[in-house]
């Protein structure tokens, strides 16, 4: 997970500095242009004047096509509305915040299943349970805290029979899932209401088009443009608000579900593990 972390940030960094040196490229090339035309040329008044005309005329395109996605992103806020668009806003940073927490959370519990079984199983198999349970305690995830209580379990003197143990297997099992989704149901909340707001903003511009257009007595585009204008633009960032929080929500199901196998993995690897051990009451 840090190195996919450390990957986007490289690309991210990466990217802007390739835009930011291409747009200085761009003006000095530009300015470079401007005064070698001034310096070659001797143009007239007429001339001059029709020059600077042109200018400043292509200024104002010249601003629009150097407008960052920043600004841009900027305005088109404000143009949907600030009431709903920081609604929206809200839920994309509740949304993600809760997908970050998870996702942490979900990479320091992994653990390699693998080793830490086999570990536990020399252990074991050479009798040594209190070292095999300080190695539990010493890791974390939810494999680490299903062998710990079974073999508690299994140093005790009344619980080392192997029912017990499997019973404690599969209760300690479905608590650890319940931590692993936990705060999932909110991500869903986010991802349910981001698009219902921008729904809601849409249906408050339709109704504020029908407004102008009775106040105005015509229905002309000039009229309806401001209306339907908010109605998209709240539309727009609900759906990518959802979208966004959608993959996040997808990867950490998944992480979920190969913690989840491991641990059914690990629960069986135990099962047989405390079985041959000479502790178990058969």
């Excluded at 292509?58 to 900027?74: D, R």
């Excluded at 249906?203 to 585009?221: C, E, R």
């Excluded at 727009?236 to 059914?264: C, D, H, K, P």
């Amino acid at each position: 997970m840090k190195k996919l972390f450390a990957i986007v940030a490289v690309v991210a960094a990466c990217t802007f500095g390739m835009t930011t040196t291409a747009m200085a490229q761009e003006e000095e090339a530009a300015a470079t242009e401007q005064v070698d035309s001034a310096a070659a040329e001797t143009p007239d008044s007429t001339a001059v004047e029709a020059e600077a005309t042109e200018e400043e005329a292509a200024a104002p395109a010249a601003e629009e096509e150097n407008v960052s996605f920043h600004k841009a992103l900027k305005t088109k806020f404000i143009e949907g509305g600030a009431d709903f668009m920081a609604l929206v806003a809200i839920a994309l940073v509740l949304g993600l915040a809760l997908c970050i927490e998870r996702i942490i959370y979900l990479s320091l519990a992994q653990v390699n299943t693998r080793k830490f079984m086999a570990e536990l199983a020399s252990l074991v198999a050479a009798g040594k349970i209190t070292e095999a349970l300080n190695v539990c305690k010493a890791s974390r995830g939810p494999v680490a805290m299903v062998s710990k209580k079974a073999l508690a379990a299994l140093a005790s003197e009344d619980e080392n029979d192997i029912a017990t143990i499997e019973r404690t297997i599969n209760m300690e099992a479905e608590v650890q899932g319940t931590y692993l989704e936990e705060n999932c149901s909110w991500i869903t909340l986010f991802i349910a209401m981001a698009p219902s707001l921008g729904f809601l903003g849409t249906v408050i511009g339709m109704v504020q088009a029908f407004d102008d257009i009775q106040k105005a007595g015509d229905i002309s585009p000039t009229v309806v443009a401001g209306g339907m204008k908010v109605a998209l633009i709240t539309t727009i960032f609900g759906i990518v608000v959802a979208l966004i929080l959608q993959i996040f929500y997808n990867y950490i199901l998944s992480r979920v579900e190969a913690l989840t196998t491991n641990m059914e993995e690990a629960a069986q690897e135990l099962l047989v593990m405390c079985v041959k051990s000479d502790k178990c009451k058969k």
